[in-house]
């Protein structure tokens, strides 16, 4: 088995959820839904304040380029686009809907037997977005031209906490797959490999059981981050990204199962991504579970819902490696919420970052290879041509730096960071 180098094992945390089924989330009365839930521009407003929409109907069109539609998961007025937080802290545009409680809806006709160009503009036109949590718009990412020989589709599931795509892949065996098969299509790819880690030996025995030709399981040793891009290629394919490349140079186009799962509702039944499944969880939270939750539900809902509140020690929307620190419950949620955690005292490390001991142990545990404590010092120092030189531009953000580091120090925000100014820069 192709393994990639280096990375960390953090505890699961994943017993709490992983054996609860999916449940419904809650009914909330208004919703803030955000124009940018996806990488890109953010959509343009197609309704007016004022004005009755349905579920299901389309509230916000893609923008040229890269972006996404945004469609209401509730019946009820628009009352205002309006700026509201985000969990990054910064406000950006939300259409707010208060539901009028009649759940009318509308929904896209169900195709039968679509061509693969069909699939394309049906994802295209339902709004769906890389859902694992990049947020990437998944028609363009499928738009390879022929140039992918195989769809490596991403169970791997490796955040600690997190159990949403576990319990699709259980509960919503088939449809997956026959997402899988859709997206097959859609990209041009004849064969498709869906890895997850060997952790899920339920999901892992339930698809390859039912799979069917052209389809492979492939368990993948539990390591974080077993699911980030190019780790999850080579663990499922043994091919390499090129530097600076993407995975269709390689020949490969990669996509989570919930995405795949959002693919077969908007094809075959005609539903628009306008609501996900979504893992509540940590030890301050009473009913941790997997819940259907509408896009734009108010984080203080759903906290509600499950019996929760802002008096625990952190909040982080997604999971610990990689998601952000939530400040407000007054955030919504998107297309790319996957986790929303309640974490006790015991479950936190706060501590003062020291002066770095020169272990090495983060460059170590970097997947990519990079030398984060030279990048840290070099972006202290502003030294951003060194900081790129030290790999910063390649950081995937997933935080094993700074998990390691026994002085605490915040590697992996400097780096990202420095990356961020890299990239403005033009450096
Ligand atoms: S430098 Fe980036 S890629 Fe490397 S361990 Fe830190 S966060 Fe991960
Ligand atoms: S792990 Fe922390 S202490 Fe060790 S070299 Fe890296 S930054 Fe320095």
């Known amino acids: 088995m192709a393994i990639f180098r280096k990375g960390v094992h953090p505890r699961a945390h994943k017993e709490r959820t992983s054996g609860v089924p999916i449940a419904r989330g809650p009914e909330p009365a208004e919703v803030w839904l955000p124009l940018k839930q996806?990488?890109?521009?953010?959509?343009?407003?197609?309704?007016?304040?004022?004005?009755?929409?349905?579920?299901?109907?389309?509230?916000?069109?893609?923008?040229?380029?890269?972006?996404?539609?945004?469609?209401?998961?509730?019946?009820?007025?628009?009352?205002?686009?309006?700026?509201?937080?985000?969990?990054?802290?910064?406000?950006?545009d939300h259409i707010h809907i208060v539901g009028d409680g009649t759940d009318e809806s509308v929904s896209l006709p169900p195709l039968t037997d679509p061509a693969g160009e069909q699939v394309l503009a049906r994802i295209e036109e339902a709004g769906i977005v890389g859902m694992g949590g990049a947020g990437f718009p998944t028609a363009v990412k499928l738009s390879v031209g022929g140039r992918a020989d195989v769809l490596v589709v991403n169970g791997a599931e490796c955040e600690p906490y997190l159990t949403c795509d576990e319990r699709i892949m259980l509960e919503y065996a088939d449809e997956v797959l026959e997402g899988v098969r859709l997206c097959m299509r859609a990209c041009g790819a004849p064969r498709a490999v869906i890895g997850i880690e060997k952790n899920k030996p339920a999901a892992i025995a339930l698809l390859a059981q039912r799979a069917g030709e052209g389809v492979e399981v492939k368990p993948l040793r539990t390591r974080y981050p077993q699911g980030a891009e190019k780790q999850l290629i080579y663990g499922c394919t043994g091919r390499t990204v090129p530097e600076g490349g993407l995975p269709v140079d390689a020949g490969v186009v990669v996509v989570n199962v919930h995405t795949a799962f959002a693919a077969y509702r908007a094809v075959r039944e005609g539903?628009?991504?306008?609501?996900?499944?979504?893992?509540?969880?940590?030890?301050?939270?009473?009913?941790?579970?997997?819940?259907?939750?509408?896009?734009?539900?108010?984080?203080?809902?759903?906290?509600?819902?499950?019996?929760?509140?802002e008096s625990c020690a952190r909040i982080v929307s997604g999971g610990p490696m990689m998601g952000e620190a939530v400040f407000?419950?007054?955030?919504?949620?998107?297309?790319?919420?996957?986790?929303?955690?309640?974490?006790?005292?015991?479950?936190?490390?706060?501590?003062?970052?020291?002066?770095?001991?020169?272990?090495g142990r983060c460059v170590q545990a970097c997947p990519m290879g990079l030398l984060p404590n030279f990048i840290e010092a070099a972006f202290f120092?502003?030294?951003?041509?060194?900081?790129?030189?030290?790999?910063?531009?390649?950081?995937?953000?997933?935080?094993c730096c700074s998990y390691v580091c026994p002085a605490g120090r915040f590697l992996a925000q400097s780096v990202r960071l420095a990356q961020k100014t890299i990239r403005e820069r033009k450096i």
């Open 271 to 309: 539903t628009p991504c306008y609501e996900r499944i979504m893992t509540v969880s940590g030890g301050a939270v009473q009913k941790p579970g997997n819940y259907w939750v509408k896009n734009g539900t108010p984080l203080r809902e759903l906290a509600a819902f499950c019996g929760a509140d």
């Open 38 to 92: 996806h990488i890109g521009a953010p959509a343009v407003p197609a309704v007016q304040a004022g004005e009755r929409v349905l579920r299901g109907q389309l509230v916000a069109r893609k923008a040229e380029g890269v972006s996404a539609n945004v469609y209401s998961p509730v019946a009820g007025t628009v009352k205002e686009i309006v700026g509201h937080i985000t969990a990054s802290g910064k406000k950006q």
């Open 381 to 399: 120092a502003k030294d951003y041509a060194e900081a790129k030189r030290c790999g910063a531009a390649s950081c995937i953000g997933c935080g």
């Open 328 to 359: 407000s419950l007054k955030v919504c949620t998107g297309k790319t919420s996957s986790g929303l955690l309640f974490l006790d005292e015991g479950e936190c490390v706060s501590r003062e970052a020291t002066v770095c001991i020169g272990c």
